[in-house]
């Protein structure tokens, strides 16, 4: 179906707002990276539980991070202080976006699904996995991408690898056809790797 909010969201304060040395509580390798490479004086914790148990710890920290539609699914979107633009923060494969499975010979279950179909959700989210897939990595990986798509059919991609403590960041983007979105990924998590250094963030 149609993606929902892409974005990262601070909970607790803006980004600008956040006093040095401050402690950001985030789960998240990706997060962490480009947060510590944005504000270098920023010190982190981990962040685990449902999003009822991360609110209710929000208040122990100077700020936590979420995704945006986590809290917009729940009807929580008034506890985000600032929804992190991809400008800002690149945010997770996939995020955002929802994914609906059925057996393979299932013709009336497939064909019932088609009417939630929306091709360029689920043209940005290939774009975005092909990069995820190129790399090797999964959630645990410091990289980030952000697929869009254009009226015409094409589609722009950014995606960024980074290394653990941020202070290395490699951002890139690039466009194709939609119909080969997953070949963008691929392509530009090769550039990241062959052309600007990323294989050495993952040794």
Known sequence: PVRGEPRDAL?????????????????SVRRRAQLAWLRPDLTFTGLRGNIATRLAKAGDYAAIVMAAAALERLGLADRATE?????????QVGQGALAIEARAGDAPVLNALTAIEHGPSRV???AERGFLAELGGDCDLPAGAHATVAPDGSVALEGLLASLDGHVVLRESDTGPAAGAAAVGHALARRLLDDHGGAALLT
């Open 124 to 126: 940005a989210v290939e």
């Open 11 to 27: 909970v607790g304060s803006t980004l600008a707002d956040l006093p040095t040395g401050a402690l950001v509580a985030t789960g």
């Open 83 to 91: 929804v992190l633009d991809p400008d800002v923060m690149l945010p």
